[in-house]
Nanobody, 120 residues
Framework: QVQLVESGGGLAQPGGSLRLSCAASGFTFSRYAMSWARQAPGKGLEWVSGVYSDHGGTYYADSVKGRFTISRDNAKKTLYLEMNSRKLEDTALYYC?????????????WGQGTQVTVSS
């Protein structure tokens, strides 16, 4: 069955870098677009970034553009999110998600999430 397992979250101060990973299994990873989404305390799910499988194009929410970088390693079946210049408002539970169709903010599977807390 489809499994997505996120890792790499934790407590960190504003600024600096942190890399999240998502290990995928149970499907042909290279054939699917993948996204990261997050949910901050008391708020709804927010799409953060996505990467297509065919042309590898990457897209970002305005809130993270220029600070976060999404990438994928199809051989390792792993999705990454490099978080630079972290802000307090980046605190959230971060989910890795398999994109259902052509829109990066529509998912059919997602992981259990990894918590990122940015605090001074």
């Amino acid at each position: 069955q489809v499994q997505l397992v996120e890792s790499g979250g934790g407590l960190a101060q504003p600024g600096g870098s942190l890399r999240l990973s998502c290990a995928a299994s149970g499907f042909t990873f290279s054939r699917y677009a993948m996204s990261w989404a997050r949910q901050a305390p008391g708020k709804g799910l927010e799409w953060v970034s996505g990467v297509y499988s065919d042309h590898g194009g990457t897209y970002y929410a305005d809130s993270v553009k220029g600070r976060f970088t999404i990438s994928r390693d199809n051989a390792k079946k792993t999705l990454y999110l490099e978080m630079n210049s972290r802000k307090l408002e980046d605190t959230a539970l971060y989910y890795c998600a398999r994109v259902r169709g052509s829109l990066l903010d529509e998912y059919d599977y997602w992981g259990q999430g990894t918590q990122v807390t940015v605090s001074s």
